[in-house]
């Protein structure tokens, strides 16, 4: 199913990953943004790496069996980015398992609209909360999570294997 969804005279559609063409798709992007985005945070190889194990059209694949959805969004003719989400029944929870926007295409509202749309979603099903990990050195994106509502629940430091780890934060949002 496709959506389409305009706030603050932003415009975006949003497509649900499902064809394999999708996931290539997907996994083009990822590459694009996170290399973009992240080698300057993390380094150019914890992002090969994370790539592959997160990122790649297998690991993907794998993800979304496993009930991770994700979405593309697309502006006009561009694809600007992609998000996950999964969602918790049991728990009242979604984690917001992963938002990227390709740099030229930041601060324009796109995810403030796409917040938007996830907590639409949360209505919709009677969850209780927004939870996601964000890179510690991220300050951009915590700032926006901050900015949104979101509280700093402490750290969340993961290993990884490949000598890597993930050093994050625990960021939550209260719902309704």
Known sequence: ??????VMNVKEEIFKVKSK?????????????????FIPIIGEDQ??????????IEALNTQINNGVDYYIIK????????????????MKNLQLSKIYIKSKFRRKGITSNILIYIENICQKLHLKKIWLVVNKY???AINAYL???????GENIQNIGGGFIMDDYLMEKELF
Not at 47 to 56: N, T
Not at 147 to 153: A, D, I, L, R, S
Request: hydrophobic share 35%; no cysteine.
């Open 147 to 153: 900015k949104y509502g979101f509280q700093n629940k």
């Open 75 to 90: 502006q006009s003719t561009n694809k600007v980015g992609y998000f996950a989400i999964k969602i918790n029944s049991q």
């Open 1 to 6: 199913m496709n959506y389409d969804i305009t």
């Open 138 to 140: 991220n300050t951009i």
């Open 21 to 37: 063409i999708d996931i290539k798709v997907l996994s083009d992007l990822a590459d694009e943004i996170w290399r973009e985005h």
């Open 47 to 56: 992002v090969a790496y994370m790539l592959k194990k997160f990122q790649s």
